[in-house]
Nanobody
């Protein structure tokens, strides 16, 4: 059984930064490509960032490129999402996700396990 626990969300003003964390347990963390998704009210869940199993390759949504950074610490079974220059439109519930085997991906159905979500609210 794989469990993901994400945290680090909060209420911030536009322009501020937040760092999300996701701790994975239950299986060797390095087996999983990881992704961060977000879902705003009334919108579909979308991938904002993904990272390969080694951490050597990453991908970002156009809307966050240059502002967000995904990274992972395989020794600590943790994936991070550093979010800078936050905007009101970044407001959403953010979820980490794990994909067993294969390369990292940015589509929803590629991922097998999900965290419970952490709320990020950016006031303008």
């Amino acid at each position: 059984q794989v469990q993901l626990v994400d945290s680090g969300g909060g209420l911030v003003q536009a322009g501020a930064s937040l760092r999300l964390s996701c701790v994975v347990s239950g299986r060797p963390f390095s087996n999983y490509a990881m992704g961060w998704f977000r879902q705003a009210p009334g919108k579909e869940r979308e991938c904002v960032a993904a990272v390969s199993r080694s951490g050597g390759n990453t991908a970002y949504a156009v809307s966050v490129k240059g502002r967000y950074t995904i990274s992972r610490d395989n020794a600590k079974n943790t994936v991070f999402l550093q979010m800078n220059s936050l905007k009101a439109e970044d407001t959403a519930v953010y979820y980490c996700a794990a994909r067993s085997g294969g390369y990292f991906a940015t589509y929803l159905n590629a991922y097998d396990y999900w965290g419970q979500g952490t709320q990020v609210t950016v006031s303008s």
